[in-house]
Each structure stands twice: as C-alpha cells, then as structure tokens.
C-alpha cells in the first residue's frame, strides 16, 4: 500500500541569485518547526554529491539518496540531515538564513551565505565565507544581517563544541 504525501513548496531566496521554489514532501509543521523529506532522483543525487565532493565534506564515491529537512520560525538558520543510498547519515548541513515564513500557505526562506556542515564523524566546516565578505563588501546586507549570520554561525559552532548540535532542533 503507498500513501499520498503532501506536497510543500519552499521558496528559497538567495540574494543576488534569486528564488528557487524546491517541492518536498511535508512531514510535519508544529508551529516550531517545518520538517521535510526529499528522496532525490537519480540525477539530483550525482549533482548534490559531486557538490558535498567538490568542497571536502563528503568522500567520493559516496551518494546522497535522502534528505530530511528542518526549516525553524523562530531560527535564524535551518538543518538538513543528508543520507547516503544506504540510509546512513553523512552529515549535517545548516544555512545561516532568515526565520522561515509562511505568507499565503507557502513557505520562505531568505538565506544569508554562511553555511555549517557537520560530518557524521563530527568534524566541522565553516563554508562560504568569501561569499559573504563579498556581500558585505557590495553593501547587500545591512549591518544588522552581517551580525546575525556571524553570531548565528558562531552560536552554532559553540552548540556543537557543547555536544548539543544538532540533536537540540533535530530530535
């Protein structure tokens, strides 16, 4: 027997890049947290891997088949589970981002470049960080945003420190 799953959309904005509106399969929404699920197709699992590759976070040749997602109303950041084809987590990935809203029954989101990988291993990487020295250097975010991704990400790293990241928001 298969279930119908409920479709959301989320509408993530990237400055200077615009929106990409991603399709997931919705899991739960407490008011808290807004949780999803994406099994990739095919192709998608090859790109996003070749991408965790790309930057040192995931070894070749391992894939990613699964996210579970989970976008917060009241963070200002998200944390995104990655498994590979076996169903073992590969790491957790975090967007420094705006608190998720949710206008007219859709969903969005505004992220703001920094972005935090935790291995499955529990090592840390800090990534993006020249993109945003760029963004604040072309004046795209305002004072106030500069200081909320540097103290989100700052936070975040001293919640893994503490052994409370990510299963604080997560479990």
């Not at 944390?79 to 084809?85: C, E, I, K």
């Not at 969903?107 to 604040?136: N, P, Q, S």
Request: hydrophobic share 40%.
């Amino acid at each position: 027997m298969t279930y119908a799953m409920t479709q959301v959309h989320i509408h993530y904005h990237r400055i200077l890049e615009g929106t990409t509106i991603y399709i997931e399969d919705l899991a739960a929404d407490d008011g808290r947290c807004l949780q999803t699920f994406v099994d990739l197709p095919q192709h998608h699992r090859h790109s996003i891997s070749a991408e965790l590759w790309a930057l040192g976070v995931l070894p070749p040749p391992q894939m990613v088949a699964t996210i579970r997602k989970f976008y917060f109303y009241h963070e200002p950041f998200d944390v995104l589970a990655f498994y590979d084809t076996e169903g073992r987590l590969t790491g957790y990935y975090s967007d420094v981002a705006l608190p998720l809203t949710r206008p007219n029954g859709e969903y969005h989101i505004t992220d703001l470049f920094l972005d935090l990988w935790l291995t499955a291993e529990g090592a840390v990487h800090a990534l993006d960080w020249d993109e945003f020295e760029a963004a604040c250097a072309a004046g795209v975010l305002s004072p106030d945003l500069q200081d909320l991704a540097r103290q989100t990400l700052q936070r975040l790293l001293a919640e893994i420190n503490a052994g409370v990241y990510p299963s604080r928001y997560i479990d």
